[in-house]
């Protein structure tokens, strides 16, 4: 699609097609589990750790078949409800594309640990970068929490394989 179809609006978005799977990333994050058993922070920062490290392990999946163009187009749902998050927060224009920089970098660094210990399936590589990545309440046992969220995002990588790359884009697919 050319830039001028989009600016015109005359070309349909691509972006649609992969909004509900941006939809099912976010609602996957929100899973009370992660809140109550794994004792992730129930804060902005925390929602937002589990947001990308859900995201992560979709993008991997994508990035494994023939979706790779998708797997973008996630990427830039993330930055388009991120860019409308913190305007509700009240960032202002003049710091808008240095902030919306800096989330880009957090979410490619965290694809970067997150994909090596997903790919190998290596649970304390996963560990050591959930550990990392992960704002867990001050009450949590760190070691057993990050233990606890590797183990439901290996189950997630593991439910994402064995679906088609059509059951992924099924606005009702369960998964």
């Known amino acids: 699609m050319s830039f001028l179809s989009r600016l015109l609006g005359t070309a349909p978005d691509p ?3 992969i909004r509900p799977l941006w939809h099912r990333v976010v609602e996957l994050a929100r ?5 109550a058993d794994c004792m992730v922070a129930d804060s902005v920062g925390g929602r937002f750790d589990l947001i990308t490290a859900v995201l ?13 163009a ?6 830039e749902l993330f930055v388009e409800d991120m860019d409308g998050q913190l305007r509700e927060f009240g960032v202002n224009d003049v710091v808008m594309g240095k902030r919306m920089g800096k989330l880009m ?8 640990a997150y ?3 997903l790919v190998a399936k290596d649970r304390e590589r996963l560990i050591a970068a959930v550990t990392r990545n992960i704002t ?3 009450s949590a046992d760190e ?15 593991d439910r994402l394989a064995a679906r088609s790359d059509q059951e992924l884009l099924k606005p009702s697919g369960i998964w």
């Open 136 to 138: 867990f309440s001050e």
């Open 31 to 35: 899973e009370p589990s992660f809140y």
């Open 143 to 157: 070691t057993v929490s990050a233990a606890a969220v590797a183990d439901k995002l290996l189950a997630l990588n």
């Open 105 to 112: 970098s957090v979410l490619g660094g965290r694809l970067g």
């Open 56 to 68: 992560c392990t979709m993008m991997v999946r994508l990035e494994a078949s023939e979706m790779r």
């Open 115 to 117: 994909r090596g210990a």
């Open 70 to 75: 998708e797997s973008a187009l996630l990427a």
């Open 15 to 17: 972006r649609e097609a």
